[in-house]
Nanobody
Framework: EVQVEESGGGSVQAGGSLRLSCVASGYLYNLGFLAWFRQAPGKEREGVAALSLDTSSTYYAASVEGRFTLSQDIAKKAMYLQMNDLKPEDTGTYYC??????????????????WGQGTQVTVSS
């Protein structure tokens, strides 16, 4: 069984930075996708960024392109989301998700098999 656990949320002012971490336990780390989703109060969960574990390709939502960057440490089975130039609209609970399957649209939530508990990110203006 693969599990994922997030850390690194917090509160910052607009323009600040945060780094989120996601550690995936279990085997088959090099198959499928790891991704970040976020959900703001009263809004639907949205895909933020995704990493193909097969090819190391990255995918970003248009709203974060150029500000957020994914990286990974394969030995630690960890993925990181560096978030720069944060904006109040980035506020929400950020979830790490994992699938061992190939999915054609990795920023959509269906297809992900394991979800973390979430970590809160709050950006004040």
């Amino acid at each position: 069984e693969v599990q994922v656990e997030e850390s690194g949320g917090g509160s910052v002012q607009a323009g600040g930075s945060l780094r989120l971490s996601c550690v995936a336990s279990g085997y088959l780390y090099n198959l499928g996708f790891l991704a970040w989703f976020r959900q703001a109060p009263g809004k639907e969960r949205e895909g933020v960024a995704a990493l193909s574990l097969d090819t190391s390709s990255t995918y970003y939502a248009a709203s974060v392109e150029g500000r957020f960057t994914l990286s990974q440490d394969i030995a630690k089975k960890a993925m990181y989301l560096q978030m720069n130039d944060l904006k109040p609209e980035d506020t929400g609970t950020y979830y790490c998700a994992r699938t061992t399957l190939f999915i054609s649209r990795p920023l959509l939530s269906h297809g992900y098999q394991e979800w973390g508990q979430g970590t809160q990110v709050t950006v004040s203006s």
